[in-house]
């Protein structure tokens, strides 16, 4: 399959073509058509908040995401809200509570606002629902239709780590804004004048947090069940500093559009942040989504005009001149970067361009990275550093370092 072939509705919706999610998310050709478990890309990230409909409002106001289905009380549904977003190739689902006895509202009072679903779109559900359960994988969901009068969604999930989920989805007959029980939708926000088309466009990884000693078990988990392959892998000094430690590897499927690196803490003089984002998510979740744009630094000033805030990279970063050695030319002046506190890292392939927010919600778990890729597949590791040190002087703010 060729990687023009692999675009699904949304990318081109987006008008992306497969030159630009090559560079935006670091696509790579391959060959589907021995794989057990073929995953074509994502299909949605479904989050739950403790007050959805402001969640969705934040998200197009500062993250400039645009609303387009929803389900709620007024369309039938009276167990939640929920808000469907799309930035791109990019689609969000904000789900919240509208009966207090709904499951949304336990899950929310045990892990506060995050990722309850990382939801990918597969070509054929049974066939990866077979070889799931046949690798021992946890079925939530056995494969099953949802239809309206727009055509036939065919989905089923399976368990993830903690209480994440993975929902499959073959939307491939279906022509709806969602699915079926959704309503199209669009927002009355107008953006502000001058504001990017888009902030970003398209996801490029969502990182897992796991327990001390399970990532290694997940990691066979999305090898075995998913048929996914080893990216790259961060042990010892490269991702310690001083004080605190973890560890890391890379798990991607074929065509490289879905990345998990997955965490797990190690041993330090002090608490890792990892330890910090289990404590308070309350065990292995979603820690944070890379979100691909072309335009870091036009990024970066919108949102920071909107009120996000970003982790603080010191001064001495963009002075080290093993650094600036290391980095060469970059498509931006330095100075330009500093002032916006934005990372570069280098490797064989080309460059990168990364940022990191605080955490978004009110426990200290998910957040977001914006990265901008020229080339390089890697995930910023000659950062790690700079960025941990960043992330402790945070966790010293909260007391919990
Ligand atoms: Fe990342």
Redo the contacts with the bound molecule.
Sequence with gaps: MSLEQTLNDEERLAELDADQLRQLVGLVEYDASSDPFPVSGWDSLVWIAGNAVQTAHFFQSAFGMELVAYSGPETGNRDHHAFVLRSGAARFVITGAYDPASPLADHHRAHGDGISDIALSVPDVDRCIAHAAASGATVLEQPHDLTDEHGTVRVAAIAAYGDTRHTLVDRSKYSGPYLPGYVARTSSYVKRDGAPKRLFQAID?V?GNVELGAMDRWVDFYHRVMGFTNMAEFVGADIATDYSALMSKVVANGNHRVKF?LNEPAVGKKKSQIDEYLEFYGGPGAQ?V?LATNDVLGTVDALRAEGIEFLTTPNSYYQDPELRARIGEVRAPIEELQKRGILVDRDEDGYLM?IFTKPIGDRPTVFF?L?ERHGSLG??IGNFKALFEAIEREQEKRGNF
């Design positions: 990884h990182v690196p944070h890379a990364q990275e990265i995930f910023g």
